[in-house]
């Protein structure tokens, strides 16, 4: 019996490296390569990617789009071509991320899951963490009607006998992951799953249409729940894997106003009652508020945009401007503001991973090279410390949240500079009458030190003139 005809859609913008990396593990799948096509669909990148594809993989099809669609638009331009092909060419449609390594058995297994239940549209796979490969990111999602909340299934479970092992040892090997799991099985149904490796019957591709122009974000989660109300089942397996890079390690930026927008406009099409989409919008200005009280009033306007924008029906691409992040020093610390020498006094949070953020050394050349400088760090909560520099002076926090800020207080006025994690932020942390600087894996930015009058301000620029 002939199996089933596969068409492979990809998207990518300026990720060279991770694209051809995911097209070099599509070549070790164990799928009759004869049933498989490939496309790429290409944002615009200005980077070598179309090049390297081409000269690296001929046999891709590449279509480049004039300028960058978003996630939404690439999908949708793929999408586009496959309904443009006679009917009964291909089979199925497989979106995957650009930035995924695929496990040699991943297609197989999600092909063999629809083929098995007939009732089922949607067939998506387990997604691991690239950073952490034996820890589990999602096995498909559930959608709260109530909030808009994605619920991710069994997010940061681990595989303890895989623990220590690299990514590249598990790409090859057949996995079934509800053997690890009590009382699992090989696949379960689902609210969701992620087109970063996302299979469809082509023929309800089709007919389910093209993706809400989303440009990011919720495309895919208000695709599938289109898909489940047309009376469809939407599966995740347990067999079929891949790897991702980890959300965790992504940082809040301009994301921001699509994830805000984009959250209400599904949950207002979704959503079990009219009520619950006013409390998300009451939500969203308190999470806009609280950005502010931190010190970041251009993410907490973003998601005040994004809210406008969801009440303005208004969908797509926006162009969004924010402050210049500051990239790692990359060998030159002269650019850190450790060399400011009006910064005399530093305090580093607790949530702060100095070597993740590629910190501790220039800390501690700097502070060979300035004796006035003194640098201090925080214990966690209850007085545990995690040393990370040299000859560190630890200040001791309380278990007890209240206790907590009345140190905060006390400390109010010691300190030039506090770093803080833009993973973790602390409120109380910003209001120490201190520049502040929000640190990443990736980068930095400063920020001025909070203060009500700035704060007050905001909340009248951003929100309450939006509500005239």
Known sequence: ????????????????????????????????????????????????????????????????????????????????WAFDRPDGQFDYIWLLDNDVLVNRYALTELVELLEKNPDAAVAGSTMMQQDYPWRINEVGSFYNRHTGALILNLHMVEIHPWRGRDVSDLLMQRCDLSQFIPDYHPYLDVDYVAAASLLIRADVAKKVGLWQDFFIHFDDVEWCLRISQMGHRVLCSCRSLIWHLSSVVKVPTWVLYYDSRNMLSVLAQYARHQKDVARALRREHYKAIYYALVGRGELAALILDGVNDFKLKRLGKREISLPALRRQHDGDFTELPFMDPEIKRILISWHVNLLATKLQEPLVRVLKARPDLTVDCMTLPGGDAVYQLPNTTMISLSKNRMLRMIQYWRLRGTYDLVIQSDYQKGLFLSWLKAKLMFVNNENYCLRPASTLFGVMKFLFDSIFKRLR
Request: one cysteine or more; glycine letters at 8%; charged letters at 20%.
């Open 1 to 80: 019996m002939a199996l089933p005809k596969i068409l492979i859609v990809i998207v990518t913008w300026n990720k060279e490296r991770d694209v051809l990396n995911l097209l070099g593990s599509l070549n070790d799948l164990d799928y009759p390569h004869q049933c498989m096509e490939k496309i790429v669909v290409d944002n615009a990148s200005t980077d070598n990617t179309v090049a390297s594809i081409r000269e690296c993989y001929p046999d891709v099809t590449l279509i480049c789009n004039g300028e960058n669609l978003g996630g939404t638009g690439g999908f949708n331009t793929g999408l586009q």
